[in-house]
């Protein structure tokens, strides 16, 4: 069977360490003619550079899952849409403010970063997607969030910070949120539908495809239900290896072009009926 759409998540994958989409990179991706779909936790906006520079055509996932869009005219068209609740983002932003002063918080609607201080979790992420945060000075009007919030990220650089930042939040008992660490230094807040699996179903079911004619391409544990829907899981070999035993193969890092190099070395092997029917003793961890 052939495979028809690749999906891949961005930071950590796509992109390399400095949150860039290198030329050899692109040019193994666009060379190999399959469509391919960016499935992030990011922004549109923060995804636009990498959508103009693959000259991507069709829907991609935008937080979590939490928003599935196309370009038309330059213009973000939304196809599916999953918001937290602007009670739940009020709570939410209060809670982490009054208990956790120093941890950096700021949040999205489709077009814009929100920030009440430009502190150094800021000032990484700017670094990492060159888009400026709106800063809103005034306190309780940042806390009043947006009638539309997709996302709410919290960035620490003290790792017991986090985790006790997460504990504290799966205590509030919210059913209308999900809860997930989509990197080292971040822990982010979508809407409970908002998962990578259901941006990559609504895209099969809109484009008839079959599980087996679809690829991903992850290194997180937000990536887990995307690639557990796909039917060829690839996986960075920057990944924790509790990711890398989900995959079909393991390809190079993200600082190695991992994503080009996979599509080149596995997809088109698949495409030509070069692979075997024992997926599981074909993962390759050393090039």
């Not at 499935?39 to 636009?48: L, T, Y």
């Not at 990197?183 to 099969?204: D, N, P, R, V």
């Not at 899981?233 to 890398?244: L, Q, R, S, T, Y």
């Not at 080009?260 to 074909?282: A, D, E």
Request: proline share 3%.
């Amino acid at each position: 069977m052939t495979i028809k759409r690749i999906f891949t998540d961005m930071d950590g994958t796509l992109l390399n360490s400095k949150g860039q989409l290198s030329k050899d990179n692109a040019k193994a991706i666009r060379k190999a003619n399959i469509p391919l779909t960016l499935v992030s936790a990011r922004a549109p906006m923060e995804m636009m550079e990498v959508i103009e520079t693959l000259k991507l055509q069709g829907p991609q996932v935008a937080f979590n899952g939490g928003l599935i869009f196309q370009m038309k005219n330059k213009t973000i068209q939304p196809l599916h849409v999953n918001i937290i609740p602007k009670r739940t983002v009020q709570q939410l932003l209060t809670t982490i403010r009054q208990s956790f002063p120093k941890v950096s918080l700021s949040y999205y609607d489709i077009s814009h970063w929100y920030c009440d201080k430009i502190d150094k979790g800021i000032r990484f992420e700017y670094e990492l997607t060159q888009q400026a945060p709106t800063l809103i000075t005034d306190a309780n009007l940042f806390l009043l969030g947006q009638e539309n919030t997709f996302k709410l990220m919290m960035i620490s650089f003290e790792e017991i910070e986090i985790q006790t930042l997460e504990k504290m939040l799966h205590s509030l008992n919210l059913t209308t949120i999900s809860i997930q660490r989509s990197g080292k230094f971040y822990l982010e807040i979508t809407s409970k539908h908002a998962q990578k699996s259901k941006g990559i179903h609504y895209i099969l079911k809109r484009e008839n495809l079959a599980k087996m004619e679809t690829a991903a391409f992850g290194d997180g544990h937000n990536d887990i239900p995307m690639l557990k829907t796909v039917g060829y899981p690839i996986v960075m070999e920057n990944a924790f290896d509790e990711i890398k035993s989900l995959a079909y193969k393991i390809t190079k890092s993200n600082d190695q072009d991992g994503v080009g190099y996979g599509i080149q070395k596995f997809i088109k092997k698949v495409n030509h009926g070069q692979h075997s029917s024992n997926r599981k003793n074909q993962r390759l961890f050393s090039f």
